[in-house]
């Protein structure tokens, strides 16, 4: 696997927030109705997570038909958005709301339908509002990584960021 990634040379390791879940307990669903974590999205990902030592998440979900790509095997942009999911919530462990700014993917293996997808994440570093996130996806019976991924998160102020969505909230 390649990449052109790099991390900045005034990237700082920042605090894991005192209120973050314990290792090894369950972190929360950012939104009830978002595709990647969302408890009332029946047609999404149904991904859980469990909190890690330090800056690190641990996530998974299991490779549903309804996320096939090419025969048997599971759609590029569905893995990509359990890297996303996975690597935002671990930015959670700063308490902060993030999104997305760059996300880059490399696929080494096809996964196949009926697979558990298991994320192992981590954030790599800070700098003023930027987060910097890496991982791999695993499936069971495989010791090396069938997906690797880095991303870059950004906080935001929440009103500010959806202040032109904040119907949805209510009527989805
Ligand atoms: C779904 C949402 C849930 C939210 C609730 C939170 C809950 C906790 C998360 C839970 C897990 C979520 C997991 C799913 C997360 C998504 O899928 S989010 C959805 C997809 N993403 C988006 O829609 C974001 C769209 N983009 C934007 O809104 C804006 O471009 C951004 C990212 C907020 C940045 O805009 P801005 O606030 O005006 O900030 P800006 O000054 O442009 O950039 C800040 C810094 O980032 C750098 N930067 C910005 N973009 C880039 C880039 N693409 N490449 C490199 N550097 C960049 C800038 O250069 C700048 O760097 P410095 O000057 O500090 O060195």
Known sequence: MSSTWSLPADIEIPVRHPMAPEPG???REHWEKCFGCGSDQPTGLGMTFIAGEGLTVEAQFDVAH???????????GILST???EAMGTCCMLLANS???AHLEVDYARPIVLGSTLKFSCRIDGAV???????????VDGSNAPVAT???????????????DTKQFIDHF
Do not use: N
């Not at 309804?66 to 590029?76: A, E, F, K, N, S």
């Not at 509002?129 to 695993?138: N, P």
């Open 98 to 100: 993030v999104v997305t």
């Open 82 to 84: 359990g890297f996303d």
């Open 25 to 27: 307990a369950q972190m």
């Open 128 to 138: 003023r509002r930027k987060v910097y996130s890496s991982a791999e996806a695993y």
């Open 66 to 76: 309804r996320y096939q790509g090419g025969p048997g095997v599971i759609h590029g």
């Open 149 to 163: 991924a880095r991303a870059l998160f950004v906080q935001i102020d929440m009103d500010q960021h959806f202040k």
